[in-house]
Structures are given as structure tokens and as C-alpha cells.
């Protein structure tokens, strides 16, 4: 096993633990790492790495939120655990927009919009957005999970059709979207983790199907790749999603727009000179 290799897993599983809960575009970060960090592994191989380390990312949101998510606790009232399978339809309903467009076009989109150029204009459109929501400072109406309506989730998996193109971030278009409908922040940050689980558990899945259909295996190197790489996502993700949840008490999310403005114009900047050279 190749040292090297490993230590390009970590960067990864870094990167992944950061970027996938905070609404600054993991695809974003993931091109950019490409470029710099290039693991010596098959494409298929790859393709299937970078989304199947998010299950790691996902363990992290199962045990912060294990008793919140869990509708069969006995520490919980009668009426905790109807309002913990309540949670859970509203989480089903606003997945399922992104998962009926998602599974009829999502080689279409990645063919059209899987590219530095569209990525990096949705980084500083949707960093812009930010900063226009923020500052209009709309009070919030919705400040506890139980409070948000169905038709509200439903919505809210209307703007998560954003995130299907690359650059946009899944977490970034649900807490815009959240926002905007006038949701407290801390209650569309918790809602787009829980958002997460199916959506991304169901992508990995289907990236591992396709991928074995399509007659590959692991070999041992892979396979250690692999695990290193979610373990490393899950320790990070846990420490991100705690600093995020503490942050978000005191302060908003226009510092994640202008990061987004300036990593758009970092990946534009980097892509227009190497297309020059």
C-alpha cells in the first residue's frame, strides 16, 4: 500500500467533511482538489470514491442527531416519537423533487453543467444570494423543527432542484431556500442535515451499483482507500457540524457568500489560465 496514496485519501475525506455541510459547493472544492491532489486509481474507480466517502460524512449526522432522528426511542413521550415520524415525512417530501429530476436527468446534467466554467459562476451567483437574504434580514416564522409545515418542506425540496447543478451545494440551495421561506437558521441547517441521509445514502448506493454492473471490483488498495476515506470524512464532519451549529447562534451565513464569491473567481481565475496555456 502506497503512503501517498493514502495521504490524497485523507486530503479527500478532509475536504468531504468540511464541504459537504457547509453551503460553500463540495463539487467546487472537489475540482480544485483534482487538479492538485491526483490519486492513482482507475476513473470509474473515482467517480465512485468521491461520492461513496460521503456515507462517512452521513454516519456523523445518524450519531450527533441519533436520538432526534429515532422514532422508536423509549426516552421519548408518545406524542415525541409522532412528531419524530412527522419529521420524517416532511424529510421524504422535500426529497422527492431532487430525486424523481435526479434520477431521470442526472447524466444529462453532469454531461451539460459538470465543468469549472458553471461551476464556478453558480459559486458566486448563489454567494451573492447569500448575501442579499442575509441582508434583508426577514424574521423568522419557523424556529423549531416540529413548527415547519409540509408544504414548507415541499418547497424547500424545490430549491434542493438547485443543487443538481454542480457548484450550486445541496446544503447551500436547502438553507437558502429555508431561509427564504422563513426559516430560523438553525432549523434550516438541521433540516438540510437531515435532508442529506437519503440523499445521499441513495446516491452512493446507486454510484456502487452502477459501478459494479459495469464490471469493476475493489482491489485490497481500494478498498483501504475507500474506508480510509469516509473514516476521515465522519471524524471531520462531526467537528464541522458542531462549530456550524455553534456558529449559526450568534452570526448569519454572509461569510460563506463572499467565501463563495472568492473561491467562483479562484476557479475561474485558475481553469482561464491553464485553457491559455
Known amino acids: 500500500m502506497d503512503f501517498i496514496e493514502i495521504l490524497?485519501?485523507?486530503?479527500?475525506?478532509?475536504?468531504?467533511?468540511?464541504?459537504?455541510?457547509?453551503p460553500i459547493s463540495s463539487t467546487g472544492h472537489m475540482i480544485l482538489v483534482d487538479e492538485f491532489v491526483r490519486m492513482r486509481i482507475s476513473d470509474a474507480f473515482k467517480e465512485m470514491f468521491l461520492v461513496v466517502i460521503q456515507l462517512g460524512a452521513i454516519l456523523a449526522v445518524v450519531c450527533l442527531y441519533f436520538n432526534k432522528l429515532n422514532p422508536?426511542?423509549?426516552?421519548?413521550?408518545?406524542?415525541?416519537?409522532?412528531?419524530?415520524?412527522?419529521?420524517?415525512?416532511?424529510?421524504?417530501?422535500?426529497?422527492?423533487?431532487?430525486?424523481?429530476?435526479?434520477?431521470?436527468?442526472?447524466?444529462?446534467?453532469?454531461?451539460?453543467?459538470?465543468?469549472s466554467w458553471v461551476v464556478s459562476i453558480t459559486l458566486i451567483v448563489y454567494g451573492v444570494a447569500f448575501i442579499i437574504v442575509e441582508n434583508l434580514k426577514r424574521k423568522a416564522v419557523t424556529s423549531h423543527i416540529n413548527e415547519l409545515s409540509y408544504k414548507t418542506a415541499f418547497y424547500i425540496?424545490?430549491?434542493?432542484?438547485?443543487?443538481?447543478?454542480?457548484?450550486?451545494?445541496r446544503s447551500g440551495s436547502t438553507i437558502l431556500g429555508a431561509v427564504i421561506l422563513g426559516v430560523a437558521h438553525s432549523v434550516a441547517a438541521e433540516f438540510s442535515f437531515f435532508l442529506s441521509?437519503?440523499?445521499?445514502?441513495?446516491?452512493?448506493?446507486?454510484?456502487?451499483?452502477k459501478y459494479f454492473l459495469d464490471g469493476n471490483t475493489f482491489s485490497s488498495?481500494?478498498?483501504?482507500?475507500?474506508?480510509v476515506g469516509m473514516f476521515v470524512a465522519f471524524i471531520v464532519s462531526v467537528l464541522?457540524?458542531?462549530?456550524?451549529?455553534?456558529?449559526?447562534?450568534?452570526?448569519?451565513?454572509?461569510?460563506?457568500?463572499?467565501?463563495r464569491i472568492v473561491l467562483g473567481i479562484i476557479v475561474l481565475a485558475y481553469f482561464g489560465i491553464v485553457a491559455s496555456l
Request: charged content about 15%.
Open 197 to 209: 441521509i437519503p440523499v445521499m445514502v441513495g446516491a452512493s448506493g446507486l454510484k456502487i451499483v
Open 72 to 115: 422508536f426511542s423509549l426516552k421519548k413521550t408518545a406524542l415525541q416519537r409522532c412528531q419524530t415520524w412527522q419529521m420524517w415525512l416532511k424529510v421524504v417530501i422535500a426529497c422527492l423533487p431532487a430525486a424523481v429530476i435526479g434520477l431521470l436527468f442526472d447524466d444529462m446534467l453532469n454531461d451539460l453543467f459538470y465543468n
Open 221 to 227: 488498495q481500494e478498498t483501504v482507500l475507500l474506508i
Open 240 to 259: 464541522v457540524i458542531k462549530m456550524l451549529m455553534s456558529y449559526i447562534k450568534r452570526h448569519d451565513f454572509k461569510v460563506f457568500g463572499w467565501y
Open 157 to 169: 425540496g424545490i430549491f434542493q432542484l438547485l443543487s443538481l447543478i454542480p457548484g450550486t451545494s
Open 8 to 22: 490524497k485519501a485523507i486530503i479527500i475525506g478532509i475536504v468531504e467533511g468540511i464541504t459537504e455541510w457547509l
